[in-house]
């Protein structure tokens, strides 16, 4: 993850067609910076899920930073204050376990 930066919690916010909004979360043993990890989980969460309808927006957080850990200016500091947009996979291009 940029910086290093290392979480415990991994979360989604699944969004589906009729505007419903579920989110899901789990904690590690140990704190983590791996993506594979952190993608596998978020999956392993969207799986466990199953979303009865067609998912409208995905999102992935990772929560619960290592003390000592610098404070996230990152890209609102970059952009006046505006969080960055950053583009994803769209929820329909994921190979979900069926």
Same mark, same amino acid.
């Not at 979360?11 to 990890?37: N, P, Q, S």
């Not at 009865?52 to 929560?63: D, F, N």
């Given at each position: 993850?940029?910086?290093?930066?290392?979480?415990?919690?991994?979360?989604? =916010? @699944?969004?589906?067609?009729?505007? =419903?909004? #579920?989110?899901?979360?789990?904690?590690?043993?140990?704190?983590?910076?791996? #993506?594979?990890? @952190?993608? /596998?989980?978020?999956?392993?969460?969207?799986?466990?899920?199953?979303?009865?309808?067609? @998912?409208?927006?995905?999102?992935?957080?990772? /929560?619960?930073?290592?003390?000592?850990?610098?404070?996230?200016?990152?890209? @609102?500091?970059?952009?006046?204050? =505006?969080?960055?947009?950053?583009?994803?996979?769209?929820?329909?291009?994921?190979?979900?376990? #069926?």
């Amino acid at each position: 993850m940029a910086r290093g930066r290392r979480g415990r919690t991994i979360g989604i =916010k @699944v969004r589906l067609d009729d505007f =419903k909004t #579920v989110t899901r979360a789990h904690t590690l043993a140990e704190a983590t910076c791996d #993506v594979e990890l @952190v993608t /596998a989980e978020a999956m392993r969460l969207l799986a466990e899920y199953a979303p009865p309808r067609p @998912v409208r927006l995905l999102g992935v957080r990772v /929560a619960g930073l290592s003390a000592g850990d610098p404070p996230a200016a990152g890209p @609102v500091a970059a952009t006046g204050g =505006k969080p960055a947009r950053r583009e994803g996979a769209r929820a329909d291009q994921l190979a979900l376990p #069926v």
